[in-house]
């Protein structure tokens, strides 16, 4: 079965102030892929990385960094030096084949100025 | 317009009445997905699209849902004799080439039933 868990529903920290956001998944297959989306209010998913089963590389990109381990089969989300702007609900979502996402329940941050 | 459009982006129905909702994806985009967002939950597959072919349909909840897309562009997600537990944010998504990938999602109708 394929499954996407989040196990934090919600965040609050101080602006500035890292946060990682958890995402542990299960698959049974060799090859699928991994996402991150921001949802903010506005209800929109924005697209934020993709990464598939054979790049176990960390990726930075500004003040986002992701870490792969399939070790642990983790998939783990983190903002440097937070902004009331990433305040938003995030969720991390699998893709093993076919066209079908499975999106996790999602966890909810708010950054507080 | 540049992104995913959907409407209308807001629907009251009252139990029973049917409903029609439509999504315009980006120019040129090949596929397309619905998706349900209950509240509070992530967003779950309903349907896809490969131009007008619809490839998969396996997470229709019932037969009381159907979706089209006769001309491979825009498309409508209707839903027959409206039921309660229908009520969600119905998302659009289009990608610009076959399978998923990188999707780009639309706001979404909310769709509340009394």
């Known amino acids: 079965a394929q499954k996407v868990t989040q196990a934090q529903t919600e965040i609050s920290v101080v602006e500035k102030e890292d946060v990682t956001l958890d995402c542990v998944y299960e698959?049974?297959?060799?090859?699928?892929?991994l996402f991150w989306y921001k949802q903010p209010p506005s209800g929109e998913l924005v697209f934020l990385i993709r990464?598939?089963?054979?790049?176990?590389q960390n990726e930075i990109s500004g003040r986002y960094s992701w870490n792969f381990q399939k070790s642990t089969s983790s998939f783990n989300f983190t903002i440097t030096a937070s902004q009331v702007v990433d305040s938003a609900v995030y969720f991390c979502a699998l893709l093993w084949t076919g066209n079908q996402f499975y999106f996790g329940t999602g966890t909810s941050l708010t950054v507080i100025p | 317009g540049a992104g995913v459009s959907q409407s209308p982006r807001y629907k009251v129905a009252k139990r029973g009445q049917d409903v029609a909702l439509r999504c315009d994806p980006i120019?040129?985009?090949?596929?397309l997905f619905w998706y349900q967002q209950a509240l509070g939950q992530g967003p779950e597959f309903l349907t896809y699209?490969?131009?007008?072919?619809?490839?998969?349909k396996s997470g229709l909840p019932s037969d009381r849902f159907f979706a089209e897309r006769p001309e491979g562009s825009v498309s409508t997600l209707k839903i027959q004799r409206t039921q309660q537990e229908d009520s969600a944010v119905y998302l659009c998504a289009s990608s610009f080439r076959e399978g998923t990938y990188e999707q780009y999602f639309g706001p979404g109708t909310r769709l509340t039933v009394t």
């Open positions: 120019s040129g985009h090949v596929s």
């Open positions: 698959t049974r297959d060799t090859t699928y892929y």
């Open positions: 990464r598939n089963s054979f790049d176990e």
């Open positions: 699209f490969q131009n007008e072919a619809q490839l998969d």
